[in-house]
C-alpha cells in the first residue's frame, strides 16, 4: 500500500473517523485505524463497538488530484498518533508507504514518521452497506431531532432501552422520544417517505453522529435488524440499535390543562438560576407560586438559607396555584426549546406537567413535579 | 450591620476574595468570605490558611457613591452561595442587612435572599498591616517574574522549599529563582529600593496573587517574618512564607559554552511537538542532534515507532554533538522565555545546559539532560 495524499482531507477523515475511538476501547485492535485505498479512494475506518464512522477520501476533487502515485492495499495504525502527526505536518501533501505489512513510513519535506503498524486482517468484520429501509431527513431537522431530546435520554443503564432516543417514522413524520423516567422529551419533522418503521438508537451515539455532518444538506438514514446506517457525501456511520419494544408514553401526556403560565424563557431561566443558587443537589426543588397577580420562585435550604423571585412579564390563565418542581429538569426543557417564550401547562398540581413552546408544537417536554414543598 | 452597596463594585471584591477560598478549605468556617464595615469602607475578606484577599470596597469613588444607608459592623457569609447571588441579580444595587447575628437580607428589586450567617468572631485573627521591609515593582515585571519561574517550581512537596519561588532583592534588582531538581529558571527585574532581603513564597499563591491585580500599574511588597504582603489600591494579598535557606544554585550555571545552536523559537517549538507525538510518557525523551550542516531531532518508541525532524533555520558554533533532551523540559522553557529566538548552550552532552533569549539576559533556564540514548 502506497500513495501520496493531499494533507487537509487525509486530516479530515481521521478526525471523522476518530469520532469512534474512544480512550476506553473494549479492544485494543480498536486503538487503529484501518486504512483502506479501493477503487472508491481511501477509506478511513474507526470503531468502538457502537458506533463506527467510514469517511473516503476520493482520488480526486473536482479537477484537483487528491491522491496520487498510489498502490492499492490497507493497514492498521494508532489512530491517535497517526491524527496527531497529521495535525501537526506541515506539509501540503503526505506520502504514505507500508513497508514489510509492519511499518508505515508518513512523511512530508520535513517531517519523517516510521509508524508500527498491523495487517488489515486484524481488524474485526465492519459492514457498512444501505440495506433495509432507507429515507432522507434534513440535517437540520436531525439534529433538532437529537439535540431536543437526547438529554431527556437515561444516562445511565438500567433499563437499556431508556438510554436510546426511540425514532418512528409513520404518515411522513419522523418522531423522536426518550425518557429517563422523570421527564419525557418530544421531537417531530417532515420527512418526504412513506415508510413505517420505528428504532431505537443510543442517545449518545445520536449526539456523536449529529456532530459529524457540518456542511450537509441532507443525511440518509437507512434502518435494518441490526444497526442504523447515516450517510453524506463521503461519510458513513453506522450505530448499533437497542432491542426491545420503546415504552408507549402518549396516555402520559395530559390533554386539558387548568393552569397555563406564560412567560419569557430568558427571564425564567434567569430566575430560576438565581432562587437555585441555594438549590439543594439532591432534587434541585424550586417552588412555584402562580397567581393572576404574580408569580414567584422560591426556594428553602436549611442549611443555607432562602431565595424568592418575582417574574415580571407573564400571562396566566387558572386559579392561584402551588407546585414543587425540579430546576434542572425544567431549566433543560426551557433550553432544549430554544423559543423566546415558553409555556408551562398543568392539570393538577401533582400529575406530570408540559413545557412548551407557543407557537411552535413539534416539540414538547412532559416533567413529573416533586412533592416536598 | 447594613448597607446599600453598587453591585458591580461588590461582585468584584467578592470575586477577589473568592480567589483565595478553596473548595477543599482546611476548615469549614473559612468558606465563608468576611465582611465588616468600617471607617474605610467594606472590607471583604477571603483566606485558605496559604494566601488571604482583603479587598475593601470604598464608600465613594469620585464622586459616585458606593456604599449608602449603613450602619458598621461585621458578618460571615458563604463565599459561593453570596458570590454567585451577587452575580447572577440584574439591579445596579444590593442592599444587605443582617438580622439578629443570624440571617442576611440581600435583595434588588426582583431578588429576595436571606442567608444564614455567622458571628465575625468566629473568624480566624488575620493581620493584614504592611510591616517589615517594603519595595515597590511595576505589575509587568512582577508578572514575568512570576510567570517565567512558576513552571519550574516542584509542584508536589518533597523539600518544601523546591515548591516556592525565592525572591531576592540585592543591589536593586530583584531575582526569582525556582527549581523542580531537573530544571532551574531565573528572572531577573530592576526594582527602585537599596533594601536587601531574600524570602520564599510558595509558587502557587504567587500565580494566584500575579492574576489578581489587573489594572494596577506598580505593587508594593512588604516581607516580614512570616509573610509576604501584596498590595495595591483597594486590594491587599498576603502569602506565608516557606521558612529555610533555598539552595544556592549559582554554581550550577555553567559559563563556558562549547556548543551554541541558535533556532527560531516556534520553529523549534513545532518540531517538538511533531516528534513528541511518538514520545514516552515516563521521561519525555528525544534526540537533538547538532551539526554545521543540519540539526535534527529525532525520537524511538519501541511500541509506537520513530520520527525525525529537520530544523531548516539555525545557526550553530561547534562540533557535531548528540544530547537526549527531555521534551517538556525544554518547551516549558521556551515557552516561559517568550523570545522570537532561543539559544541552547551547552559546554558537554552530560552536563546541564541553557536556554535562553539571545536579546534578553534577564531569564536564564538551566536543563539536565537525560542520558538514555
Not at 502527526?85 to 506541515?90: D, I, S
Not at 404574580?294 to 392561584?320: D, M, P, V
Amino acid at each position: 500500500m502506497r500513495l501520496n495524499i493531499d494533507r487537509n482531507q487525509f486530516l479530515k477523515a481521521l478526525l471523522s473517523a476518530s469520532k469512534a475511538i474512544s480512550s476506553k476501547n473494549p479492544m485494543p485492535i480498536l486503538d487503529n485505524v484501518k486504512l483502506d485505498l479501493t477503487e472508491k479512494g481511501l477509506e478511513v475506518t474507526g470503531t468502538n463497538g457502537e458506533i463506527t464512522v467510514r469517511s473516503t477520501v476520493p482520488y480526486m476533487i473536482g479537477d484537483k488530484p487528491i491522491i496520487t502515485n498510489y498502490q492499492q492495499g490497507a493497514t492498521l495504525v494508532n489512530a491517535y498518533t497517526l491524527t496527531e502527526g497529521a495535525r501537526k505536518m506541515e506539509g501540503e501533501t503526505i506520502s504514505f508507504d507500508v513497508i514489510d505489512n509492519s511499518v508505515a513510513k508518513i512523511g512530508d519535506n520535513r517531517t519523517g514518521y516510521k509508524l508500527n503498524c498491523i495487517s488489515a486482517d486484524e481488524y474485526p468484520d465492519i459492514v457498512l452497506e444501505a440495506v433495509g429501509k432507507t429515507f432522507t431527513v434534513k440535517r437540520g431537522d436531525f439534529v433538532s431531532l437529537v439535540e431536543q431530546c437526547a438529554h431527556a435520554a437515561a444516562k445511565t443503564a438500567q433499563d437499556a432501552i431508556l438510554t436510546a432516543i426511540n425514532l418512528t417514522l409513520r404518515d411522513g413524520t419522523l418522531s423522536a422520544i426518550a425518557t429517563d423516567s422523570a421527564r419525557v422529551a418530544t421531537k417531530k419533522v417532515k420527512v418526504d417517505s412513506e415508510l413505517d418503521l420505528t428504532v431505537n438508537v443510543p442517545a449518545k451515539s445520536l449526539l456523536d453522529i449529529a456532530g459529524l455532518f457540518e456542511g450537509a444538506k441532507t443525511i440518509d438514514i437507512s434502518i435494518s435488524d441490526k444497526q442504523a446506517l447515516f450517510s453524506f457525501d463521503n461519510t458513513v456511520v453506522s450505530s448499533r440499535l437497542i432491542p426491545g419494544t420503546y415504552p408507549n408514553l402518549s396516555a402520559a401526556f395530559p390533554k386539558v390543562f387548568n393552569y397555563i403560565l406564560q412567560v419569557n424563557s430568558q427571564e425564567f431561566l434567569s430566575a430560576i438560576e438565581r432562587v437555585s443558587v441555594l438549590s439543594n443537589a439532591r432534587d434541585n426543588a424550586i417552588k412555584l407560586l402562580m397567581s393572576d397577580e404574580k408569580i414567584e420562585l422560591s426556594i428553602k435550604n436549611r442549611e443555607k438559607g432562602s431565595a424568592n423571585e418575582e417574574i415580571n412579564n407573564f400571562r396566566y390563565t387558572g386559579e392561584r396555584m402551588e407546585v414543587a418542581i425540579n430546576s434542572l429538569l425544567v431549566s433543560d426543557a426551557i433550553k432544549a426549546l430554544r423559543s423566546e417564550d415558553i409555556e408551562l401547562c398543568f392539570q393538577t398540581e401533582s400529575r406530570p406537567f408540559i413545557v412548551r413552546s407557543p407557537s411552535d408544537d413539534s416539540s414538547v417536554e412532559l416533567i413529573t413535579p416533586l412533592h416536598v414543598y
